[in-house]
């Protein structure tokens, strides 16, 4: 301080020229020694800092202050030449350019990030943009039938006007515009919001979370929050988030298939740092240095392509557009012999007007009469087309759908792939882990063993201190977990994996283990990082007070015994293990296995720097002559609820096999306490390991994996083996697992269920559905939701096809024989709308119920329309058929009303049958059809609406709906036929029918030649209608 007042005294005798420089120079020397007081400071307090250059640089942007920029970190890593990274410094030169401590990462403030988010942009990419809501306007009037009914309306509307005048001769047309115009806003609004709540579901799957190190603390953070200059922690099945360098780490492998195509993996090291976004992490662990994010990656441009294909079509889906074919084509054939029966009747003269007169009288009707007539009657053939093919229930799947992932995201399931919200329903197995599946996965060590004996924290004094500092080693040396104290005295954070942070918490509070002094006072040579494949990990170090080199394995306690030759006993006396010795052991590690206690143990051996160096040419930790150092038993407690859902999915038909990697004494134990075994039950057959299942034969495997219950000490390809086995038996698999090596069977199952907490992002991208908080329960959940979905989609079948065949029928047989339809365009149009639009809201909005669950699951071959729904809707329409016909040519004489009156009759008639016929259509086979009505307000209120906008439509439309006002008693009468239907779907529930679909009973063969629009779907959907 001295030095710089004398420099700042110095200024006065200087010239005016000189005293700019000396400015300079005093503003350069004050920068060195702050950043050095700095340093000492950081020093002081044990941080590590990035070693300054021997350099000045002048900060030229100082509203920034990086001195580097986008480009240059760009192709840094994008040209992978080391010399690049070699002549700036390496890696430590390049962290303290962009101000990023390698030990404690950036400083992470609000400016901070803002400062990085300006000079290179933040972690997100570019999408194609949504559809507006013009698109799905555009789609809509594509419609065939849309279009020639637009025509007809053109038409009608100016042969109206031509014929009337403006003020009357409107109507018609208008009115047909009007219905055409409520038809295309209702299914454009629609779409447009079902793909809005897609592309959201769709943001939120993409939401990935990551570890990285800011202000010297580990944190969790969105892959969106990332920024350049960011240390990023990286383990197995990680995606890479962003461009960066690898800092430090072991045994990292990364697959770069996504971007390069090559399906080998890379080994990312300091001479080959580099580390690319969208590859994902299938071995090791390390840390990065962030380079590049968002559209500055190397693979940016290749991701602003992609979006998620929101219009994929299930099963189901595909199932139903064949069916609406088909019955669209069974439409297009009645609505044309009406077209030709209305023509023929037309120009024959057999039409007569409302005076009783002939409206074709030969050459003396006018040209515009004619063409008037020919448009009313195309139109009212078009409108049968219209009615007949069932448009709403492609529209039913989609509103059903996006309403089930809506509310399943409330129950902690997000769905990835929409078909596998149809197939879970039929599902008949699934396969689960145990830990933070079943369990709470929070774990706790419960027993320690030392050679033979137990300790308890109270005795952990009398322990040789050489034998607890080993152990304390083996924890703190051999762990991608990590501890983190802000002050002293404060609430010490355990990071890593769930079963980590046990082991830490135990060493650290009741060990007194010092972590950070560990880590200084050995060097890792090198690491075998735990994969669920070996179930155990290894390192070799060196101390540096001796030099003498050690190495340290950690995993499944029986894994760990085999690899031992000798153990230490309490007191430090290192002891053989002879067989007679590893059974005692063994006893041990069972007697904490059927306590439900996963046993995990710890061995150690020194080595020679002969043997250090050869394993380091191997690349292999030695894995024989150890000593054992002692066993640990960590408690994870069964999930609350999870022995009802189990038991909720058993009674559903459901079998439960439970696959874990812990040994056969865990497994048993935990599947007893939560209902998957029973006790007493025949364990021969319901219980083996791995590698028992794995070298059955191909037909021992068929025969025994449908008694299997619960599978131990399995890999993910014991995992994969079984889903194989039970799809070749016929079962439809639901499989749950959080690995990268899990991905092949979740991809394998017919429904991949992946955990949200603990699931790796390769795990995740393989599934179907992400369980967010990892519980079983929601993992029964789906399965109710999935049931619900076929259950909704059924119920909306049989109230439109009642609708379809009773509309179809009327229309047909009135043309026919009286020459007319009774039901007007704007009328047809008006029962489309509230069929297919207001039905599919009421019925595909229908929330699951325990009915569902007891019910056993519904075969993957089983017809969509079973015989209990032909049953229902066939008596329905017959019942509708019969009323309307009635009315149509007896309800004048009956009801001494005039044919106009009489039509609207009919009107109000059958829309009110399709009103309480919803009702029925809510149970398919249970009589009570009110059950739990009350709990679906959006149901009650469509009814009102339908019943409002029907009132309106009959009573205040007169002109546009072609109807006239019916006094109280009329309205009785149509409400007295249309409550009819309640009694008669109760009737019908009594009677019963074949499990066999009724049309397998009919010989196709001997249908060939039948002359039936109905043999076309016999022919080309047997599955849909229950052949």
Not at 37 to 58: E, G, H, M
Not at 472 to 496: C, K, M, W
Not at 947 to 952: D, H, K, N, S
Request: with cysteine.
């Amino acid at each position: 301080m001295d030095r710089i007042e004398s420099l700042l005294g110095a200024q006065h005798s200087l010239s005016t020229p000189n005293k700019r420089w000396h400015s300079a120079f005093v503003s350069i020397y004050c920068s060195r020694a702050l950043l050095s007081f700095f340093t000492d400071s950081l020093l002081q307090k044990n941080l590590k800092v990035s070693p300054s250059p021997s350099f000045v640089i002048l900060d030229l942007n100082p509203d920034i202050g990086f001195k580097v920029d986008q480009p240059t970190l760009t192709n840094l890593v994008k040209d992978k030449k080391i010399e690049r990274l070699q002549n700036i410094g390496g890696i430590d030169a390049l962290a303290f350019t962009l101000q990023t401590n390698v030990e404690c990462g950036i400083h992470g403030s609000d400016e901070d990030i803002a400062r990085r988010h300006e000079a290179f942009g933040s972690n997100t990419y570019k999408r194609p943009p949504t559809k507006s809501f013009f698109h799905f306007l555009v789609e809509a009037f594509k419609d065939l039938t849309i279009l020639i009914l637009l025509g007809c309306a053109v038409l009608s509307l100016v042969f109206g006007i031509k014929e009337n005048g403006i003020k009357e001769g409107w109507y018609d047309g208008g009115s047909i515009f009007v219905a055409i115009f409520l038809v295309i806003a209702v299914s454009t609004i629609s779409n447009f919001k079902q793909n809005r709540q897609f592309d959201k579901l769709s943001k939120v799957s993409n939401n990935i979370q990551i570890d990285v190190v800011r202000a010297g603390r580990r944190q969790h953070i969105s892959i969106f929050e990332i920024v350049v200059g960011d240390i990023i922690c990286l383990k197995i099945g990680d995606q890479v988030p962003a461009d960066g360098l690898f800092l430090d780490g072991y045994s990292l492998q990364v697959d770069e298939s996504s971007m390069t195509g090559e399906s080998e993996h890379v080994e990312v090291n300091c001479s080959h740092p580099y580390l690319f976004s969208g590859t994902k992490v299938v071995d090791g662990y390390a840390q990065m240095l962030v380079t590049s994010v968002g559209m500055n990656t190397t693979w940016g441009e290749m991701m602003s392509s992609i979006s998620r294909d929101t219009n994929e079509q299930t099963p189901l889906q595909v199932r139903l557009n064949k069916l609406t074919s088909s019955i669209g084509k069974v439409g297009l054939a009645v609505a044309f012999l009406v077209l030709v029966v209305l023509l023929v009747r037309y120009f024959t003269g057999n039409t007569k007007d409302e005076n009783g007169n002939k409206e074709f009288n030969g050459s003396s009707t006018k040209v515009n009469d004619i063409l008037n007539a020919v448009v009313g009657i195309v139109a009212a053939a078009v409108t049968i087309v219209v009615v007949a093919i069932p448009e709403g229930l492609p529209l039913a799947v989609t509103l059903t759908l996006a309403y089930s992932m809506k509310r399943m995201m409330a129950d902690q399931a997000m769905v990835r792939k929409l078909s596998a919200c149809e197939t879970m329903g039929s599902a008949t197995t699934i396969c689960t882990d145990k830990t933070g599946t079943l369990t709470l996965n929070k774990m706790k060590v419960t027993k320690f063993w030392l050679g033979k004996e137990s300790f308890v924290p109270a005795t952990f004094s009398s322990i040789n201190p050489y034998i607890l500092k080993l152990v304390q080693e083996g924890v703190a040396l051999n762990t991608t977990g990590s501890v983190y104290r802000p002050t002293l005295g404060s609430e010490i954070d355990f990071s890593g994996s769930p079963t980590e942070q046990a082991i830490l918490s135990w060493a650290v509070l009741e060990l007194n283990m010092e972590m950070e002094q560990l880590k200084q006072s050995c060097k890792i040579l090198y690491v075998e990082a735990f994969n669920s494949q070996k179930k155990q990990s290894g390192v070799i170090t060196r101390r540096k007070i001796d030099n003498t080199i050690h190495v340290h394995w950690k995993g499944a306690a029986e894994m760990i015994l085999k690899m031992c030759s000798s153990y230490y006993d309490a007191s430090g006396i290192r002891k053989d293990l002879d067989d007679g010795e590893k059974m005692k052991f063994e006893q041990i590690i069972q007697g904490m296995a059927a306590s439900s206690l996963r046993c995990i143990a710890f061995a150690h051996k020194q080595i020679s720097e002969e043997d250090q160096e050869h394993d380091m040419e191997q690349k292999k930790i030695e894995e024989d002559g150890l000593t054992l150092l002692g066993l640990v038993g960590i408690k994870d407690p069964c999930r609350p609820g999870v022995k009802k859902a189990v038991e909720n999915c058993q009674n559903a038909g459901v079998n439960i096999k439970m696959i874990t990697g812990d040994n056969v004494f865990t497994a048993k134990a935990i599947a007893v306490e939560c209902g998957i075994l029973r006790i007493g039950q025949d364990m021969s057959g319901a219980v083996v390991e791995g590698i028992e299942f794995r070298n059955y034969t191909q037909k021992e495997r068929m025969e025994k994996v449908d008694k299997i219950c619960v599978m131990a000490r399995s890999s993910p390809f014991d995992k994969l083996l079984m889903v194989e086995c039970l799809k070749q038996n016929g079962h439809v698999v639901a499989v749950t697992g959080d690995g990268t090596n899990d991905a092949p069977a979740l991809k394998e199952a017919d429904v991949g269920l992946s955990m949200g907490i603990q699931g790796t992002e390769v795990a995740k991208e393989s599934s179907d559905v992400v369980i967010l908080d990892d519980n079983f329960a929601s993992v029964a959940t789906v399965l109710r939701w999935g049931r619900c979905v076929y259950n909704n989609i059924q119920k909306f079948i049989q109230f439109q096809l009642t609708v379809n065949v009773a509309a179809l029928v009327i229309n047909f047989v009135a043309a026919v024989s009286a020459g007319e339809v009774p039901l007007t365009a704007v009328q047809l149009l008006w029962v489309n709308l509230i069929m297919d639009t207001l039905g599919a809201l009421a019925l595909a909005t229908e929330k699951p119920t325990e009915e569902l669950m007891t019910k056993p699951p519904v075969g993957r071959t089983e017809p969509l329309i079973t015989n209990i729904m032909w049953r229902n809707l066939l008596a329905q329409a017959l019942y509708q058929i019969v009323v309307l016909l009635t009315l149509q040519f007896k309800g004048e004489s009956i009801f001494g009303v005039t044919e106009k009156v009489n039509d609207t009759l009919i009107f109000n008639t059958f829309v009110l049958c399709q009103v309480f016929n919803e009702f029925n259509a809510r149970k398919l086979e249970k009589k009570n059809v009110f059950k739990g009505i009350h709990r679906n307000k959006l149901f009650l209120g469509i009814i009102a609406i339908t019943i409002v906008l029907q009132v309106v439509m009959v009573e205040f439309l007169k002109k546009f709906a072609g109807t006239e006002r019916l006094n109280w008693g009329q309205w009785g009468e149509c409400i007295g036929f249309g409550i009819v239907s309640w009694p008669i779907g109760w009737i019908v529930k009594w009677i019963p029918v074949p499990k066999r679909p009724f049309l397998s009973y009919l010989n196709m063969k001997k249908m060939q030649g039948l002359p039936t629009p109905f043999l076309f779907i016999l022919k080309t959907s047997p599955r849909l209608i229950g052949v």
